[in-house]
């Protein structure tokens, strides 16, 4: 009698296999096997779940326009990590204060520079060369290193902006669709009140509003000053400027959250009249359990499409606002405020504007692209059609040999 690795083999090949569906199955059986680690016997009690992943990266695997999706999203979350320590010059070095002409240099230029710093106490003098690969910035900033030292800025606002704003959506349309009556209301009316407001006039308004009073706060407290420097890579000097790059943060948090109000309370209402939830009542489970554990995972599906698409609107809303000043301030590293210096010199410096702007478009192209794909792949309908497929393609494969 076969093994139950034999047995799981043997279902796992009865489909056509390409390379990237062995390699996600791998992936996929790693992250098994370290959930396991955490919640014992998690992968036995799980086997259903496993294969619906492993179908959906099928899916995936099968669309050339989420696969370039997912390449572009994973170089803008490589380079949003390490991109800070690739960088050939640190984003507060200026060039143009040891040589005037890097000032706006052409891409592809190469300069020499005589630098004077002072090191452990003592004064340093060397000579040294940059090549602006893209050009330089007005202060003679190296484009490609503001580039990848922005990809940080970005990255940390997209992942806590999302992270925050859907997630307080998300428990207010739970709780709102969940009890319904007064407390629907409440809520409702409140999340009308945020939608009725043009919500990019919100956030420019609370962007303008907010510096101040954060960066009372941040000097105020010398643990929030250290955590916002390392999370965003920046140098202590720098600590002066972060009350405009939070109220950014804070501004955008406030506006994105009605939105997923009202998709959680929409969906909940027709979750909550399953039989499984009525059931789930009747054995006395506490309500927090059916709402976090019961109904949230049965309507996620769209939540997550729309938190996809959003990470792609939250970079092209950050880099709006840096663009009208409400941003990062000069040298805290942004793509935004990059274009805002090259309005101010274009075309002669259409570097300045070009560049930022295609690695702006190029993520959020990603974004959208894995948002469209997940949005297909998250569809039961389209998962069973594609396991009939391969099943089909595998037994005729046989046939044939």
């Avoid at 629907?184 to 308004?205: G, K, Q, S, V």
């Avoid at 998709?263 to 399953?274: D, I, Q, Y």
């Amino acid at each position: 009698m076969p093994d139950k690795r034999t047995a799981e083999y043997e279902e796992r090949e009865e489909y056509e296999m390409s390379v990237l569906d062995r390699l996600s199955d791998r992936l996929i059986d790693w992250l098994a096997a370290f959930i396991t680690l955490f919640r014992k016997d998690w992968r036995r009690r799980n086997q259903s779940k496993i294969k619906e992943w492993k179908l959906m990266a099928y899916a995936i695997n099968r669309s050339p326009p989420t696969l370039l999706g997912v390449v572009i999203v994973i170089v803008y979350i490589f380079f949003g990590i390490f991109g800070p320590y690739l960088v050939s010059w640190s984003y507060d070095f200026f060039p143009i204060l040891y040589n005037t002409s890097t000032q706006l240099a052409h891409p592809g230029t190469t300069y020499f520079l005589n630098v004077t710093t002072i090191e452990n106490g003592h004064i340093v003098q060397y000579t040294t060369h940059i090549h602006f690969l893209l050009g330089s910035d007005v202060s003679g900033r190296d484009i490609v290193s503001i580039l990848l030292a922005g990809a940080r800025t970005a990255l940390v606002l997209d992942i806590f902006i999302i992270l925050i704003g859907p997630t307080i959506g998300i428990i207010l349309g739970l709780i709102s669709g969940y009890y319904g009556g007064a407390v629907d209301e409440t809520i409702m009316r409140i999340t009308d009140m945020f939608l009725a407001f043009p919500a990019l006039i919100l956030a420019i308004a609370l962007s303008a509003v907010l510096p101040g009073r954060i960066q009372e706060f941040l000097n105020s407290h010398s643990w929030a000053q250290t955590l916002t420097l390392k999370l965003f890579a920046l140098h202590a000097r720098d600590v002066n400027n972060l009350g405009k790059l939070l109220a950014v943060f804070v501004a955008l948090v406030v506006v994105w959250w009605p939105g997923y109000a009202r998709v959680a309370r929409g969906s909940t209402l027709t979750e909550k009249e399953n039989l499984y939830v009525e059931a789930a009542r009747a054995v006395g489970l506490p309500t927090r359990t059916i709402l976090f554990r019961h109904i949230l995972p049965n309507i996620i599906g769209p939540i997550l499409v729309m938190i996809t698409m959003d990470f792609g609107g939250v970079i092209l809303t950050e880099a709006g606002l840096s663009f009208l000043g409400l941003g990062a301030v000069p040298p805290i590293p942004d793509w935004g405020n990059l274009i805002n210096q090259g309005s101010q010199y274009f075309p002669q410096a259409w570097w300045l504007v070009a560049f930022p702007g295609i690695v702006i478009v190029t993520v959020v192209l990603g974004w959208n692209l894995l948002g469209d794909g997940l949005r297909d792949v998250l569809d039961p309908r389209t998962r069973r059609s594609l396991e009939f497929k391969l099943k089909k393609k595998a037994r005729g494969g046989e046939e044939n040999a």
